[in-house]
């Protein structure tokens, strides 16, 4: 049982535009978000979070938009550009992570055309 | 530099053969965790630790097990009953609640 999905395997977007990542999941008790970047080879690198008391939370050209109703969070990145490609996991935790276990969705690939 | 250093970077295991993944941290992290990253798939989580000489079993420790004598290891051992231990085994730490994972640059495992 899939708590995190990822629906969206990859997506291609142009340099300068924005590229919108998007991450589903059905524990009502996640209340901590995360998104990490990976790499080929290379340990994922933590990017940006979000914890339920807020709706949105932005870092430079990065943005995670978070909805709890609908149980929906995404991740917007603008400009767009070529160094951003690469896979995107969505990550969660109940209780800020009380318990100390993240649970991953499967990525999404992101390509950044020049 | 702080960071997580794993070691070694590429591994290879034979048949019926144990082998162990290092994970070193000096960022002064109580909480270490494994997790195992297969083609096209998140991570699963392996074991993890809040503390020294305290670990649990993830979502998928069958197979593995670990041990946490130091704050700053957390070496993982893939035993001989794990059916398919080829993956990339990724290493992490976090300080406490609220606070993101911070990841190793992982370690290749195949079977010879």
């Known amino acids: 049982d899939q708590q995190v999905k990822q629906n969206s395997p990859s997506l291609s977007v142009q340099e300068g535009r924005i590229s919108i990542l998007n991450c589903d999941y059905t524990n009502s008790m996640f209340d901590y978000f995360l998104w990490y970047k990976k790499y080929p080879a290379e340990g994922p690198t933590f990017l940006i979070s979000i914890s339920s008391i807020k709706d949105k939370n932005e870092d430079g050209r990065f943005t995670v938009f978070l909805n709890k109703s609908a149980k929906h969070l995404s991740l917007h990145i603008v400009p767009s550009q070529p160094g951003d490609s690469a896979v995107y996991f969505c990550a969660a935790t109940p209780s800020g992570g009380s318990n100390y276990k993240l649970t991953f969705g499967k990525g999404t690939l992101l390509t950044v055309n020049p | 530099d702080g960071g997580i250093t794993q070691s070694p970077k590429y591994l290879f295991r034979k048949e019926g053969q144990n082998v162990t993944l290092s994970c070193e941290q000096n960022l002064n992290h109580d909480a270490m965790y494994w997790y195992r990253q297969d083609p096209g798939q998140g991570l699963r989580l392996i074991y993890y630790s809040q503390i020294v000489n305290d670990f649990q079993k993830g979502d998928i420790a069958e197979g593995y097990s670990v041990s946490r004598e130091k704050k700053e290891s957390f070496p993982l051992t893939v035993t001989s009953a794990q059916k398919n231990p080829t993956a990339f085994y990724l290493c992490?730490?976090?300080?406490?609640?609220?606070?993101?994972?911070?990841f190793g640059d992982g370690t290749r495992l195949s079977i010879l």
């Open positions: 992490a730490s976090r300080v406490g609640a609220y606070q993101p994972q911070h």
